[in-house]
């Protein structure tokens, strides 16, 4: 079965530390995103890559990074720089264009110690 | 610049009642699509429906039902004779075809549901 999968569900980091969030996807989708989630606020784009060594900043994109070596691998890298990364971390993918919808992973919840 | 708006941040019903999610959007663009995903407790978020700018058919699926109408910028979802596993966080999103929006989903605050047993 076709899918995006996160990983780890739950991630503890100590602070200071940089801690690398996993997404891979075996839809042949050329785009993929990264989404935050916080209580009350829905979500809110990190990043996203509409191809293959490209990849645009979203809203909130301060004390992250990614990378796109692949297609169907999005790593996401919660730096130190990221004052409050306590969070719920979404990974999507999509055909790249307008009025596509998302495909989701299950997310990994992040919590710093 | 594109906005959706989920004015009610949590929705609290007893089974078998019907409930209705406000969803009510704003964007320059006359060509544009709008969403609706369901987030269970299981955190992923669920594709339930597409409807583009130029249909304004109302659309039923089994217990749900979607009212679009471009007149008040709206496209509302409304589940009807609601069941405990309708419990989570429901979140319109809308995609526009021009500007620096393209390729990207703009999503609401999103509305948690609760339906008591």
């Known amino acids: 079965d076709g899918g995006i999968t996160q990983s780890p569900k739950y991630l503890f980091r100590k602070e200071g530390q940089n801690v690398t969030l996993s997404c891979e996807q075996n839809?042949?989708?050329?785009?993929m995103y990264w989404y935050r989630q916080d209580p009350g606020q829905g979500l809110r784009l990190i990043y996203y890559?509409?191809?293959?060594?490209d990849f645009q900043k979203g809203d909130i994109a301060e004390g992250y990074s990614v990378s796109r070596e692949k297609k169907e691998s999005f790593p996401l890298t919660v730096t130190s720089a990221q004052k409050n990364p306590t969070a719920f971390y979404l990974c999507?993918?999509?055909?790249w264009g307008a009025g596509y919808g998302y495909t989701f992973g299950s997310g990994t919840r992040l919590t710093v110690v | 610049a594109q906005k959706v708006t989920q004015a009610q941040t949590e929705i609290s019903v007893v089974e078998k009642e019907d409930v209705t999610l406000d969803c009510v959007y704003e964007?320059?663009?006359?060509?544009?699509?709008l969403f609706w995903y369901k987030q269970p407790p299981s955190g992923e978020l669920v594709f339930l429906i597409r409807r583009n700018s130029f249909d304004e058919q109302n659309e039923i699926s089994g217990r749900y039902s979607w009212n679009f109408q471009k007149s008040t910028s709206s496209f509302n979802f409304t589940i009807t004779a609601s069941q405990v596993v309708d419990s989570a966080v429901y979140f319109c999103a809308l995609s526009e075809i021009g500007g620096t929006s393209y390729g990207k989903l703009t999503f609401g605050q999103g509305t948690i549901l609760t339906v008591h047993p």
């Open positions: 890559s509409q191809i293959v060594n």
């Open positions: 999507a993918s999509s055909i």
């Open positions: 839809l042949n989708h050329d785009a």
């Open positions: 964007t320059r663009d006359t060509t544009y699509y």
